[in-house]
T-cell receptor, first 114, second 114 residues
Framework: SAVISQKPSRDICQRGTSLTIQCQVDSQVTMMFWYRQQPGQSLTLIATANQGSEATYESGFVIDKFPISRPNLTFSTLTVSNMSPEDSSIYLC???????????FGEGSRLTVL | AQKITQTQPGMFVQEKEAVTLDCTYDTSDPSYGLFWYKQPSSGEMIFLIYQGSYDQQNATEGRYSLNFQKARKSANLVISASQLGDSAMYFCAMRERNNNDMRFGAGTRLTVKP
């Protein structure tokens, strides 16, 4: 398995502010992804974090709202910008490992927007 | 587009009995991987088992086995000798060779009764 650490583990934020989530992975990881899990829902892919270039976003997610950086192979950040209560979710960093590309996940960042 | 279907929102099983969680998928890519994850109430995503589309035998990992029926496009998870600690959400996921990301089903909440 891969070691993936993510912080903060939780935060309570005010509407209109922004929060940056950090993710550190070990060197086994080849690809990094960011997922969102809204309350009681499954995981939805936000974007693939690409090293040294712009992230690849899924339909419904845009860079202005969820800017992502990956300056090197083992570190990535996700920012949730101009937050509203609808952004209250768990945000999960994940890394793909091995030939099969199984994903390992960080502990998640539980975000509550008031 | 790939699609994962889990038709059981919730399942109950008696402790020490076996349980099968259903998963069907849809893809036109001949090469893909199927994954199961467990998410306890703590929120972490735990990788359980992997099945490759070209694997001849069903995958097994301890008390977990995957009943892979390729023609039916199903990949059911079987948990033998259920334990109270198995109570959690279970997600089926798929990753195609031509797609870097992983897509998740809606999940099944398993409750193990003492």
């Amino acid at each position: 398995s891969a070691v993936i650490s993510q912080k903060p583990s939780r935060d309570i934020c005010q509407r209109g502010t922004s929060l940056t989530i950090q993710c550190q992975v070990d060197s086994q990881v080849t690809m990094m992804f960011w997922y969102r899990q809204q309350p009681g829902q499954s995981l939805t892919l936000i974007a693939t974090a690409n090293q040294g270039s712009e992230a690849t976003y899924e339909s419904g997610f845009v860079i202005d709202k969820f800017p992502i950086s990956r300056p090197n192979l083992t570190f990535s950040t996700l920012t949730v910008s101009n937050m509203s209560p609808e952004d209250s979710s768990i945000y999960l960093c994940s890394g793909a490992v091995g030939v099969a590309g199984e994903l390992f996940f960080g502990e998640g960042s539980r975000l509550t927007v008031l | 587009a790939q699609k994962i279907t889990q038709t059981q929102p919730g399942m109950f099983v008696q402790e020490k009995e076996a349980v099968t969680l259903d998963c069907t998928y849809d893809t036109s890519d001949p090469s893909y991987g199927l994954f199961w994850y467990k998410q306890p109430s703590s929120g972490e995503m735990i990788f359980l088992i992997y099945q490759g589309s070209y694997d001849q035998q069903n995958a097994t990992e301890g008390r977990y086995s995957l009943n892979f029926q390729k023609a039916r496009k199903s990949a059911n998870l079987v948990i033998s000798a259920s334990q109270l600690g198995d109570s959690a959400m279970y997600f089926c996921a798929m990753r195609e060779r031509n797609n870097n990301d992983m897509r998740f089903g809606a999940g099944t909440r398993l409750t193990v009764k003492p």
